[in-house]
C-alpha cells in the first residue's frame, strides 16, 4: 500500500485548505483510512478516521466541526477539508491506512505534509 499526501501549505487563521491522501497498491476493502498530525515539540495525534467501505467518521474533539474527512472511492483517495483554521491547527500532517476499520492499527503510512496556520 502507498499513500500520497498532499495540499499543505500556509493559511491565514480563519482560512481553509483541502488536504488529499491517493491511495494505491490493493483495493481497500475493510480498510479504514485516517488523518494524523504532529505539530512541534509534541506528539503526533489522531485528526479523524473514515471507514472506505460505509464511510462511517471519526474526529477528535477539538476539529469537531472544523474538519471533515471524506473518501473518493473512484479516484482511491481521502480528503481532509479543513475551515475555520487556528494557529493551533499548525502541523505536519499524515495520511495513514488500518486493514480493519476500527479495529486494528494503522500500517500503512503516507509522508506529511505541512500545514502552517498564521495569527
Known amino acids: 500500500v502507498q499513500l500520497q499526501a498532499s495540499g499543505g501549505g500556509w493559511v491565514a487563521a480563519g482560512g481553509s485548505l483541502r488536504l488529499s491522501c491517493v491511495a494505491s497498491?490493493?483495493?481497500?476493502?475493510?480498510?479504514?483510512l485516517g488523518w494524523f498530525r504532529q505539530a512541534p515539540g509534541k506528539e503526533r495525534e489522531l485528526v479523524a478516521t473514515i471507514s472506505w467501505n460505509v464511510g462511517t467518521t471519526y474526529y477528535t474533539d477539538s476539529v469537531k466541526g472544523r474538519l471533515t474527512i471524506s473518501r473518493d472511492k473512484a479516484k482511491n483517495t481521502v480528503y481532509l477539508q479543513m475551515n475555520t483554521l487556528k494557529p493551533e491547527d499548525t502541523a505536519v500532517y499524515y495520511c495513514?491506512?488500518?486493514?480493519?476499520?476500527?479495529?486494528?492499527?494503522?500500517?500503512?503510512w503516507g509522508q506529511g505534509t505541512l500545514v502552517t496556520v498564521s495569527s
Open positions: 495513514a491506512a488500518q486493514r480493519a476499520y476500527g479495529s486494528s492499527s494503522f500500517v500503512f
Open positions: 497498491g490493493r483495493t481497500f476493502t475493510n480498510y479504514g
